[in-house]
């Protein structure tokens, strides 16, 4: 397909609403869909930058204007690469917004401290702010191959939102139900066989941002993932624990209400609309 004809081809105005919509392209499994129009880079001249970070080839989807730019590659490790490149130049591309900052942050760890030896998974730790940035430096640690250090149960201990799961309760509940942490009743990281040798089913895994668990789901999610369980994972920064039933009119206690049930679909493999999801949920709430 032939280039758009604006000048420095990035940023034609038909283009703005368009990365709203991104197109389905068929046998794209590698490939990575850039909108051309970029809104917080309105004016730069992307094309170096297209041709620097998508080494093997570039086209652009015509519906009905050139809008996106396609960046094909032969793996899904090297279309990682390309989508780091494109993180560490702040363009926007194919996915959320959560995605993306996920896939930055994991290029900024691979930057700072390399690949890490294969199966080794060496960690990493992030002390900041209990804010979102926090959540996506866990998760793209674990996409650039390293462990986050577990600290949900310190920097969550009394976060505002989560009545009755604070640090306090959290030792309260221990001690009345006076578990034994090695038994395998408490915890399937102490079982002796494999889980990859389980046949485990599918997994579906909800963690919020300011939850004192919040880790806990993300290195279950892990672990299961490094077994080859197929493992579906959402997260909503900045919401406490139970935050669809504190608060179920908040946007994000409603996605995760939609989440719920169109992955309740997903796990027995009779996946509805999303469109049908949402319409069960705003009757619901």
């Known amino acids: 397909m032939s280039p758009p004809t604006t000048e420095n081809y990035t940023q034609p105005a038909e283009c703005k609403y368009a990365s ?11 490939s990575t869909l850039v909108p051309l129009y970029q809104e917080d880079h309105h004016g730069s001249d992307m094309s170096k930058i ?5 080494s093997t080839s570039i086209w652009f989807y015509e519906d009905p204007q050139p809008c996106t730019a396609v960046c094909t590659a032969s793996s899904d490790a090297k279309a990682q690469d390309v989508q780091y490149c494109l993180n560490a130049r702040e363009v926007n591309y194919g996915g959320d917004g959560i995605a993306n900052a ?4 994991a290029h900024m760890i691979i930057m700072q401290a390399g690949h890490p030896v294969p199966g080794t998974f060496p960690t990493v730790a992030y002390i900041g702010l209990e804010d979102p940035r926090y959540l996506y430096v866990v998760i793209g640690a674990i996409k650039a191959g390293y462990k986050a250090l577990w600290l949900s149960r310190e920097q969550n201990a009394n976060a505002l939102g989560n009545p009755g799961l604070d640090s306090k309760s959290i030792g309260g509940y221990e001690a009345l139900y006076q578990q034994d942490f090695l038994s395998e009743d408490f915890t399937p990281f102490t079982t002796p066989l494999p889980w990859s ?10 963690i919020a941002g300011l939850d004192i668990l919040r880790d806990d789901g993300l290195v279950y999610a892990e672990a299961l993932e490094e077994s080859g369980v197929e493992v579906k ?3 909503y920064p900045g919401m406490p624990h139970g935050h669809f039933n504190i608060w179920p009119h908040l946007k994000q206690s409603i996605k995760s209400q939609e989440d719920t049930i169109w992955h309740i679909g997903w796990l027995l493999r009779q996946e509805l609309p999303r469109e049908r999801v949402n319409e069960l949920v705003a009757r619901m709430i």
């Open 102 to 105: 996920v896939n930055y942050a």
């Open 20 to 30: 709203e919509n991104l197109p389905t392209i068929p046998g794209s499994k590698f």
């Open 233 to 235: 994972l959402d997260v």
């Open 197 to 206: 040798d389980l046949a485990l089913p599918r997994v579906y895994v909800q």
């Open 50 to 54: 297209l041709e620097s970070c998508c």
